[in-house]
Structure formats: structure tokens, C-alpha cells
């Protein structure tokens, strides 16, 4: 119906990835229409169409009877004035919430099917309980790899796909699931100083202490608009940008926001993910990382082998040249946790400074060579030695110096947050393991990603002797309440085990 | 954390089965404490802790930076005023999602992790999605009939448990998706005037266009106090009343708020859903409608006789002494949909109004007779007879009298809603099928449950001859924009079939 009288008005509420409309109990529309709270409208203005959930209001502070109140994802999705013709009508349900039922009784879907699912979210069409509905009924091993090539080509066509238009552009993706690890702050500029394109966008942390664009937000902007970041990339070959604004795969963004919560895992959906994104960024070739230990993501190598050939079969029907690495995931890569901690190490073995992290320079330069080799001029194996020249003559670190400045420098600051707490061996003998879930949570809980100087720093790693009463690792946060609450986390497990002797494989060796 | 200076607010939103918690982006705790929106917190404040998903506000019209605001649920849960402590902290995720998770794997849950997952829900530590996600794992056929006992007796356990006192207490539940069918109306004052007990609670539409209580509300007071429903019972053996109040089986409504919505359908959580509430309010003895039909929620007999099995094993478990009853299902039941319009079908029944549907009274005699042959002293087989008598002499008219006056009476006025359009057959020949599915949407979007007056009253019945433009059926609404709506749908499909002849069984053999 129109309603004339029905003026909009920004509700300054951050309701994250779900859209909110605030109607007044006394509205005439909302009596009208005989909508519930919870359920699903609607609005159409200026030409524009957006879904909302109904949140019924009884306090004209917030929104009057004579207003249409929305959030302020919502607000900005309409892209309308106050004073616009506001229509408001029952939204019907999704109509591709069939199919989802169909997989929820055993059904193989077709691609039309996932075409009309990820369009129909794309659109906001599905509510969260519905997006979760989707995932859990295409989770687990419930999608044959046709439907996982599926689900990606239907979630690379709900959003723009860039063109670079260079025959090499280049990317690397890790799964996931090692605190530190902060590779790609490595291999995007030994990379880009050999000169291939490598415009390496990446997200912010969901449920870990730090995703790659909050650590090298420490360092320089990430939040670029997309004539930047193509300025950037043109001039320097690489950037380390924020992939939040480009609407890439904008599917992908929306359904992680309901799976990671969940805490469900599928091989099908992380493929799915992990290759829309890639593609819809225009990578031409592509190194996945697979890190297999007992507290990543993958824990047996006979799962990466599978997780691997599932990568394979997606990239190649989607015609991307993608290669896997399974690495070592049974401890953090490198000494912090947490976006300043990370940089430092970053900085560190980009300076080739003596205390640098070694694992981190070595996994760094393993997978930069990997990538290196995808150029046709490079001969195989060599692709380790020449980015290892690349790092040890300062050429990375001049390049690294040039994305920050051209992505807009930020001071320099590694201090770390202003409580600290030393986290000391109870006895004497050998780092038997390091617990990646329960450092990620000590660090997360530390106040890392939000307070970027919040974190850990490790002190010893897998493998190192050490005596009662040795540093294990330092803990640091920025307020006092996240310093007490890590603390009484750390009393119950710290993360390390100590014994008497480990066999450990040598990085190299694994990689 | 302790937060002195963090002042309760209630804030006039009603999100529905949803605790919101609003706090101000520049508010101390929430920037301390690292929460993202979304993310889902604990606040515990005068001995009370209740979890929220947390929305983060701009305005300090909403909340300031030293409030915290709850929407109106959370606020009524919290049951705290302005100047308690209040104490906000990460929530933990709910421990039982592990049990979730195992079962999207495929396996068998124990007794242990149904009563962890219903407890947890009744303490709201599963958001939306998490419920979303457990009825989608435990969906379709992948629960066995053991487990579906232990969801039965995990959902019974987590709310309170009437007590009559008395050896036989009888219910009887439709299993649902008929319109009109309004047979509980007159059921239960044929039994009470027998002199049964049959303390009856019905739920309100959630999907549908009337429930029982939406129906009976036209004519009194559904809302009751325990106190005075346990008074009114006592005194007429028998009620009809909202059965929201008292706290039966509060899982139950928490995961029917997720699951209509959803539009899934399992055999296991509907038998869980209606044996715990009939269990939970003292039912002794039970008899459970399920209708078959092409439009019904139970498409074949073989899909009810299993249903059936299911009903009975669970039931036995739980000791409930429980009859199932398989009815006609492929054409609404009575003339109206819609509160009013079915109200004043239940009234010409009770009037002995010749003018009466006829499939109405039959079906409620058939249910009525049923449930009286629960009585020792009631011969089998004269149930019928008995109840006929019960309505013929006035004496069921009578006991809806006093029940309507116990709960308090409201003025009768079966005036359909203002605007009404008649809906006239396009051909000659015989009505071969009406849509249960399409009557109750079009009932629905004309204005039904909210509008009482609103719904659709059916001249015609399937095995009817027809003239082409003669009235099938007429549809009311109380607003201009429902009524135009309406009139849209109708025109895709007015959800009758008219054809040359129809051999629909008559009701009586097919009961």
C-alpha cells in the first residue's frame, strides 16, 4: 500500500548483517497490514527494494506512528530520502527455500537451484534462521563436488567480478585456523617486486584474534575505495587492502556471518567460499594453503589429500590454474598473536633482522616461491631461491615500504598493550605442543582483533627446552577487564604442554 | 565486569522470541570489552542472568554511553530495575551446539544430549540460527523413534508439569493445515457436559489464518491466570483458553517461533511439539486428529499410518494413554476461516441451527464420541450416540455458555469485516477439489487472525454442482489494502477445481 504519510527514518542501530525496520505498535500500516513482529517486509522507495525483519516499537522517541525507522545497514541498502513515497508490503517467503528443503530431504540440487538461493540472498530474500537452514543442509560432506562447482559459479554471478586484464594475476588463500601465520604480508611484496600482479584483498577477523587486513591496518589503510586499490595495484603490482568494498561475492560475506557463529564446518562451503572470492577478484593462478595439525582445521593429512582434490576439481571446471600446499598447522607460524604483534614479526623478517621469526620467513618464502613459479619464465624449482634473494637483498622490504605509502601510511607504533602477563613453565623439560584454538581464544579474549595492540607473543615454540619457571609467552591487553578475564582463561589451560621429549619434523622438511 | 555506572534501560522494542541488548558504540564496556553486533552477551544483574544478542547504537536518544537497554522481552526477563549492578560479559556458546553438530554428522543422540540441548534453548543460550540449525539437523526422518522420545521427555522436563488430580484428564490435538476445523469448540463442551475433564489450552495462529484461541477470543476471554483457569475448570469440567501463559514446554514455542517460519516439516519434532504440551498440562488420556488430503500435511495414508506408529510408541513411553484417528483432510471443515466466521459457524452447531455446516458437526461428533469412550463407564461404540444426544438436547450449548461466562463473555457480533468480494464459478459443473493451502493464504492476506472479522466463508463444498457465476465463496477484509491484495491472489488462483463430476468419499465412512 502507499503510505504518503509514512516518512523515513534512520534508526541509528547497528543491527550487523540483518536488515531492521522499526514500525510503531499504533502505526496505521503496521495494524493494517497484520504483521508480526519477526516477520519479514518489504519497503520499496525510489525505485528501490529492500527486506526486513519487524521490529515493533512503542516509544515514539524512537519512531512515531506517521514513520517507516531502519537500521542503519537497512537505510543505507534503501538509498532513499526522507521524503520519498514509501511502500510497505508483506514479503514473501523465499521462493528458493524450496530447494533448500529439497537438500534438507536427501535431494541433489542443480545449478539453477543454487543460482536461485544465492540470488534470492543476495537480495536479502533469506533471513538468518533461513541462511543457517541453507548451511546446515548443504554442511558437511552433504554436496558431491558437481554441487560444490555449483554453489561457487552461483555465488561468483551474485556479484561483480574484476578484470585485470593481464594473462598472471596472481593470489594465495590459507583455510585458516593458525594463529599468526601472517604469510601474505610476506608474499605480496617478494611477489610484486618480481613483478607479477598480485592485488591480494583480504578479510578482517570473524572469529580469530586477527585476519590479514587488521594487521596491516597497524601499518598502513586498508580501507580502500576501488579506483584506489586499482591505482595501487597498477603502479606497485600488489597491495594488502581490506576486501570489504569491492562487492565481490557479496553471498559469501553473508552466509559467513551466520556459519562462523554456528562454529559448523564443509569442506563443500569452504571451497565454495574461498574459490567465488578468488575468481570474483580476477586471480588467473592460485596457491591454497591446507596446514595440518591436531588443533587446525584439517587434523589428518588423508583429509587434506581429499580437501585438496575437491580444490582442484572446482578450480579446474571454473579454469583458474590452482595449485595446493599442505603445510605444518600444529603451532602458531611466528611469535605474535594479535594485528600489532603480527606486524611486528612481519616487519621483522622483512628487515631480515636476526630475531626475526624463522618459521615465518621460511613458510613465507616456500609459498612465495610456489607462486613465483607460476610464471612461465621461472624455471621449476627455482622459485624458492628467487624469493629468498628477493627478501635478503631489502628488494621486498622496499616494496612493502611503497604499498604502505601508497595505500596511506599509519605511524609506526609496535608497543604492545599496557597490561601485561607472563605466562611461565610449571616445570622443567621440552615444549611438547602448542594449542592453536586455545592461543587464538587467549589472544581473542586478550581484546585482539578490536584493540590492535592486544595479543601474545611467544616465547618459546614447539620443540625448545625449558626450565621451571621460563617465559612461555607474554599475554598483553589494553584494559584492565580484559586482562582479569584472560587471566582466569589462562589458570584454566595456558595452551602449552610440557614433556620430556618431541619428535618434531623440521618445517622445511614438511613444506 | 562490574560496571557501577552502567544504568538499566528498557527500550520500547519488541523483538519477538529474541533478547536484544542495545549499548552505545562509545560506551566503556562495550569498547573494553571487544563485543561485535551480533555477538551474543550475558548480563546478570540482582541474581537473574539472561543472554542477549547485542545491537550496537548510535543515538543517545536510544541508549547513552553509561546505559545499557534491553528491548521488552530481555527487560521483562532481566526483571531488574535502573539502579541494580548489572554486569555484562562474553556468553559463552551454548555447550550442547557440540551435540548439534554431531547429529549434522549423522550420529544418534542420547537422552543426556536432548535434555543439554532443550535446557539451554529454555535458558536462551541458542540464538535464531542456532535453533534454525538444530531443527534442521534433527528435520525430515533423521530422528529414530527412540530419539524422538527423548526429545519428548527433554522438552517436557523444562517446564512446569500440571497436576489435576484426577485419574482421567482428556485432550484432544488436530495436527493441523484445515481450515475452519474448528472442532476443539465443540468437542470440549460435549465432554465437559459429560462430565469429563478436559482442561483445554490451544495456541494462537502462528502460520495459519485462525487457531482456537483466536476463534474462542471472539467470544470470551482466552487470557487467563493459571489461578483462573484451574477455578473455571474445576467448576465446568472443561475450558478454552490461550495456552500461552502458563510455562508448559517452553521449548516448544521457542523452536516453533524458528520453525514455521521455516517451513520445515518433521514427523519427530511434531510428535515431540504436541506430546510434551498435552503432557506438560496433565493430560491423562489423548486423541489426536490427523487429517489426509492433497493440500493437507499429511499427503497419504501410508505417511499417517506411520505417524501413527510414532504417535503411539512415543505416547506409550511417556505413558499417555493415546488414540489416533485418521479424518478427511482434502477440503476445508465448515463454511468459515477466520475468527469470527468460524465462531459463528461453532455457535450454529451448538444452536442446532439447520442452517449448520454439516461436515462440522459430524467431525466433532465423530472426535467428541471418540474421547468419551475414554470413560470405563461409556460402552464401545456409543460414544457417538452419546454426544449426538449431549448436542441435540442444548446441554453442549448450555456448558459453551457457562465456559464462555467463566472466562468472561464478550459481546457477539458475527458481522463479517466491511469489504467483501464474491468469488463466482467460471463454469458449469461440479466443485472437485478446494485447496486447503490456498484457502488459508487467501484467509490470510485478507486480514486473518489479526482482523477477527476478516477471513472467507464458502458457499460451496467439493460434490457440489455449480452454474457458471454462481458464488463459491465470499472474502472479507477490514482494510482497503488487505481487500486489494487479496483480490490479486484470488485472481492467480481462487484454489477451487471445477470439473464434470467428483466421487469424494462421504465423511462418515472415511472417519
Redesign the interface.
Known amino acids: ?1 502507499n503510505n504518503p504519510t509514512l516518512k523515513l527514518r534512520r ?8 536488515n531492521v525496520a ?1 514500525l510503531h ?1 499504533e502505526c496505521a500500516v503496521y495494524r ?3 504483521f ?4 519479514k517486509i518489504l519497503i520499496s522507495a525510489n525505485g528501490q527494494r529492500i527486506l526486513a525483519v519487524l ?5 515514539a ?2 519512531v512515531t506512528p506517521t514513520e517507516l525507522g531502519l ?2 545497514q537497512a537505510y543505507e541498502q534503501l538509498n532513499a530520502h526522507a521524503d520519498c513515497v514509501i511502500k510497505v ?2 514479503a514473501e ?1 523465499a521462493v528458493s ?1 524450496d530447494a533448500v ?1 529439497r537438500k ?3 535431494e541433489r540440487l542443480t545449478l539453477d537451484d543454487f543460482e536461485a538461493i544465492t540470488r534470492d540472498i543476495a537480495e536479502s530474500r533469506y ?7 541453507f ?3 548443504t ?2 560432506n552433504s554436496l558431491d563436488r558437481d554441487e560444490v562447482y555449483y554453489l561457487t559459479r552461483a555465488m561468483l554471478d551474485t556479484g561483480q567480478r574484476l578484470n585485470w586484464g593481464e594473462l598472471l594475476v596472481v593470489d594465495k588463500h590459507c583455510i585458516g585456523g593458525i594463529p599468526g601465520n601472517r604469510t601474505s604480508m610476506l608474499v605480496v611484496p617478494i611477489v610484486a617486486a618480481h613483478g607479477m600482479l598480485i592485488p591480494k584483498t583480504s578479510s578482517r577477523a570473524i572469529t580469530s584474534p586477527a585476519g590479514t587486513a587488521d594487521t596491516m591496518e597497524t601499518l598502513a589503510e586498508v580501507n580502500l575505495s576501488p579506483g584506489k586499490l586499482h591505482d595501487i595495484v597498477r603502479k606497485h603490482r600488489g597491495c594488502l587492502a581490506w576486501g570489504g568494498t569491492a562487492k565481490l561475492a557479496p553471498v559469501d560475506d553473508m552466509l559467513i ?2 556459519e562462523r ?4 564446518d564443509s569442506r563443500g562451503q569452504m571451497v565454495a567460499s574461498i574459490l567465488s572470492k578468488k575468481l570474483a577478484a580476477g586471480s588467473t593462478h592460485l596457491l591454497i594453503d591446507i596446514p595440518v595439525g591436531p588443533t587446525a582445521k584439517v587434523r589428518h593429512m588423508r583429509a587434506a589429500l581429499a580437501l585438496r582434490k575437491l580444490f582442484e576439481f572446482v578450480g579446474d571446471q571454473l579454469e583458474i590454474h590452482l595449485e595446493v600446499i599442505i603445510t605444518d598447522g600444529r603451532q602458531p607460524i611466528g611469535r605474535g598473536i594479535g594485528p600489532t604483534l603480527e606486524a611486528r614479526d612481519v616487519m621483522q623478517v622483512l628487515e631480515n633482522d636476526p630475531n626475526a621469526p624463522a618459521d615465518l620467513r621460511q613458510k613465507s618464502l616456500a609459498l612465495a616461491g610456489r607462486i613465483l613459479e607460476f610464471d612461465p619464465d621461472v624455471r621449476g624449482g627455482q622459485g624458492y631461491a628467487i624469493a629468498r634473494d628477493i627478501l635478503d637483498s631489502g628488494r621486498a622490504l622496499a616494496k612493502m615500504n611503497a604499498i604502505i605509502e601508497g595505500q596511506g601510511a599509519r605511524a609506526v607504533d609496535f608497543t604492545p598493550g599496557q597490561f601485561c602477563h607472563e605466562v611461565r613453565a610449571g616445570r622443567s623439560g621440552v615444549v611438547t605442543g602448542i594449542d592453536n584454538l586455545q592461543m587464538a581464544k587467549i589472544a ?2 586478550a ?1 585482539a582483533p ?2 590492535k595492540k592486544a595479543g601474545v607473543d611467544l616465547m618459546r615454540k614447539t620443540g625448545d627446552a625449558v626450565a621451571e619457571g621460563d617465559v612461555l609467552y607474554r599475554v598483553y591487553a589494553e ?1 584492565m ?2 586482562f ?2 584472560v587471566r582466569k582463561l589462562i589458570e584454566q589451560n595456558n595452551g602449552y604442554t610440557i614433556g620430556e621429549k618431541v619428535d618434531i619434523k623440521r618445517y622445511d622438511a614438511f613444506i
Chains 1, 2 share one sequence.
Open positions: 500500500m534508526v541509528a542501530i547497528d543491527t550487523y548483517h540483518e522499526y505498535r493494517a497490514e497484520g508480526q513482529a519477526l516477520s521490529n515493533v516499537v512503542d516509544d522517541a524512537i537500521s542503519e508490503d508483506h517467503p527455500m528443503r534438507i530431504d536427501g533471513s538468518k534462521m533461513e541462511m543457517a537452514a548451511l546446515v543442509a554442511g558437511q556471518a551466520v557463529p554456528l562454529g559448523i581473542r579474549i581484546g578490536m584493540d584494559f577487564s580484559d582479569e578475564f
